[in-house]
């Protein structure tokens, strides 16, 4: 029998709008109490999950901005909770954030260092006395579940034996103004799943932190398990949620497979839930497909907010909590379902009894993930395994490299485009980190039949830069402050996550394995080492991945085909 290595949960900690530690998070959503309410800073908004005032400034850092003091208090609070020194050789540290420090872009034309998410997180690293390079995740909603995703691969791996998963976005004006020009923001507490015909989401903001790690003296007790977790594209829409939910449906059904657990031993599903019509209608679709449409389901957005790329780590801390202490909470503002597909939705806090949940998310590219965790005296509910699978080995069967001509980037880019001789007007529509991303992906597969040798299932696309999306960010920005009467552009603010580049090879080729988006600098490379280890642990069969990076002109661009080296027949 396979020997299961186990990812514990250890010391967690948080900041919501309804407390500033964990305890108190949870305490206040199990009273039913709403963290929701109109917010005049940083910018207007009629309903949004905003820190106690002073709490920022409490625990600010010299040298360090509010987020980075807010990740490094609640990493270190995590961290003494588990007894962990984090300065140890075994502990790593991940962060997961879709916009960082992205305030500091206000009245700029070029980005400070601190707005570049890799030196953002060597300052947390630094302060917290971490020694390795940190790993950042910037997978649009979908970021804090892909870190935890992340991490329990690292442990699993033997790269090292914790890992605190730290997660973190602020209010802004910058995401606010870009979810308004999609007309999806709530005109008041958001209400997921409801059949109110006011849909919309609410922002919020959080900070939160977990300790993942294989010791069990280190785990939070009652013990939770990390179990299993994939991640998938829907390859639909880089803004637009799949009709059919089959995205998600991937990444829960391979999320179950990684736990080896029967669906039928969920206690309860905590869902993406933001309150939007579409978002809500695809999840149902989803969880239909995933035979779950009975299991009870909650969203925590209704009372915090979504808090982006905290959202995953606050989300999976709670419902930890939530096995622990046998009570699933209620989802705030539902009164009625609306949605396609039925779900069991209740507003109030439920006793169950508590096994194992699945924490899933979506998010903008068409990304989807999700995760099992369990009560570790209810281990023996997974099936038992034989031997483990033999790792894959893999190999580079394609390279491709946007040539430097000289040129400016937008000639070479172009020309490149049209020497496909594929025309898709959708190209001029994508900002240029995306461009870049297309073209190489076309070049790379061009002969290359993977639709016709691969499930688009087995297929992954993992790609790195250390700007983000920082080019697309400063023009969003420039938008922003000149308060134009129709408001900001929804065709500029979508190219704002890094991870819709990938999103876009997705579409074009209809890839539904995982995508995920590495944010670090040219010496500390992650694509190609995390292709490779999907492709040893069965994650996937055939990945795109390698660096694409554009910055006010300048561009790096390579990309990989890594394949599964076919087993051979025994005797053979």
Request: proline share 5%.
């Amino acid at each position: 029998m396979e020997h299961r290595i186990a990812t514990y949960l250890g010391g967690d900690a948080m900041l919501t709008a309804l407390g500033s530690d964990t305890q108190e998070s949870f305490r206040a959503l199990a009273e039913g109490r709403c963290g929701l309410h109109p917010v005049g800073q940083p910018c207007p908004l009629e309903a949004a999950g905003s820190f106690a005032p002073g709490l920022l400034e409490a625990l600010a850092l010299e040298g360090l901005t509010p987020l980075e003091s807010a990740l490094v208090h609640c990493a270190e609070r995590a961290a003494q909770e588990s007894h962990l020194d984090p300065g140890g050789e075994e502990c790593a540290l991940v962060i997961s954030t879709t916009k960082g420090n992205v305030s500091l872009l206000e009245g700029r034309t070029t980005p400070p260092d601190e707005a570049f998410l890799y030196t953002s997180a060597c300052r947390v690293a630094r302060r917290l006395g971490i020694t390795r390079p940190p790993v950042v995740v910037s997978n649009a909603c979908i970021s804090g579940v892909t870190a935890l995703i992340v991490a329990r691969r690292m442990i699993l791996d033997g790269e090292c034996a914790h890992v605190i998963v730290a997660g973190g976005d602020l209010l802004s004006e910058f995401v606010a103004e870009g979810f308004r020009s999609f007309k999806s923001l709530s005109p008041g507490p958001c209400r997921p799943y409801d059949a109110t015909p006011e849909h919309g989401l609410s922002l919020g903001e959080a900070v939160a932190a977990v300790v993942l790690t294989s010791d069990p003296a280190r785990a939070k007790l009652p013990a939770v398990w990390l179990e299993g977790g994939a991640v998938t594209d829907d390859a639909n829409h880089i803004s637009g949620p799949s009709r059919t939910g089959d995205g998600l449906h991937y990444a829960i059904e391979g999320a179950l497979r990684e736990a080896a657990l029967p669906r039928e031993r969920l206690s309860f599903v905590n869902a993406h839930g933001t309150g939007t019509a579409y978002n809500d209608a695809m999840e149902s679709r989803a969880l239909e497909l995933s035979g779950l449409s009975g299991c009870p389901v909650n969203s925590l957005k209704g009372a915090l907010g979504h808090t982006l790329g905290a959202s995953g780590v606050v989300e999976s801390i709670l419902a930890a909590e939530e096995l622990r202490r046998g009570v699933l909470l209620g989802t705030a503002g539902f009164e009625r379902l609306g949605t396609p597909c039925p779900l069991n939705v209740s507003a109030e806090s439920r006793t169950l009894a508590m096994r194992h949940c699945l924490k899933s998310a979506s998010g903008f590219g068409g990304c989807n993930a999700a995760i099992v965790l369990g009560l570790e005296q209810f281990a023996g509910d997974a099936r038992r395994q034989e031997a483990a699978p033999r790792e894959r080995s893999c190999r580079v069967t394609a390279r491709w490299e946007l040539p430097h001509t000289g040129e400016p980037f937008a000639q070479v880019v172009r020309a490149c485009y049209h020497a496909l001789g594929a025309p898709n007007m959708k190209f001029f529509k994508m900002d240029d980190l995306a461009k870049a991303a297309y073209v190489a992906a076309e070049e790379l597969l061009a002969g290359q039949r993977l639709g016709e040798r691969y499930a688009p299932t087995d297929i992954a696309v993992v790609l790195e830069n250390t700007s983000s999306s920082l080019d697309t960010d400063l023009a969003h920005q420039r938008i922003v402050e000149q308060h134009l009467p129709e408001g900001c552009s929804p065709a500029v603010f979508v190219y704002t996550l890094p991870n819709v580049a990938a999103g876009e090879i997705c579409i074009r080729h209809h890839i539904q394995g995982e995508e995920s988006f590495f944010v670090t600098d040219a010496e500390h490379p992650v694509a190609e080492r995390y292709a490779r280890r999907l492709i040893a642990r069965g994650a996937a069969r055939a990945v795109i991945c390698g660096r694409c990076e554009y910055l006010a002109g300048n561009y790096d661009v390579r990309l990989m085909l890594l394949e599964a080296e076919e087993e051979q027949p025994e005797g053979k």
